[in-house]
């Protein structure tokens, strides 16, 4: 307890008895516990265990057989279908509800066509819908590894 050295009239100068607690010492050691609790935790450590599949260093070339399928679409509904990319390319500019009959004539095996890598470019004018219509053509085909491909913007 402390002392309360005036009174509450002007008359009475005895020191009487403060019943206010004194929170400075209990503040201190909190602050005190608070630093040695801070240091002696330890860091915290993730150590969650991921199954990642192996990477293989040296991976194989790629076959320069293997030439991935490119379906390009215009703004005017048009898809040219195309076996690689370039002056190699082999393929032809179809309507977009011949699609899968195109692709089909590329690719007669259905196990091909299951494992062709395949890529979508569209005009920047073609809408979504058009994009989901070609992706659903594709889906009908039976190509299963389908890809888009955008173009690098300078960020503006």
């Given amino acids: 307890m402390a002392v309360s050295l005036g009174g509450h009239s002007a008359g009475n100068k005895a020191p009487s008895q403060n019943s206010d607690i004194n929170v400075t ?3 201190d050691i909190m602050l005190v516990l608070l630093i040695i609790f801070m240091v002696a935790m330890p860091p915290p450590t993730v150590n969650n265990n991921i ?3 192996p990477q ?3 991976p194989p070339p790629p076959d320069p057989n293997n030439k991935p399928l490119f379906l390009s679409l215009s703004d005017d509904g ?3 279908v ?24 590329l690719m007669p095996s259905a196990e091909d066509r299951a494992t062709k890598e395949t890529f979508i470019r569209a005009d920047f ?3 979504y819908n058009g994009v989901m219509i070609l992706l659903n053509k594709l889906r009908d085909a039976g190509l ?12 503006e």
């Avoid at 195309?82 to 004539?105: E, N, R, Y």
């Avoid at 299963?144 to 960020?155: D, H, M, N, Q, R």
């Fill in 144 to 155: 299963k590894k389908i890809g888009l491909v955008g173009e690098a913007t300078s960020g």
């Fill in 125 to 127: 004018e073609v809408p």
């Fill in 78 to 80: 048009q898809v040219t």
């Fill in 51 to 53: 199954n990642m599949p």
């Fill in 56 to 58: 293989n260093p040296n």
């Fill in 82 to 105: 195309s076996l690689g990319i370039g002056d190699d390319a082999t393929g032809s500019k179809v309507p977009l509800d011949q699609v899968p009959s195109a692709v089909m004539a």
């Fill in 25 to 27: 010492p209990f503040i």
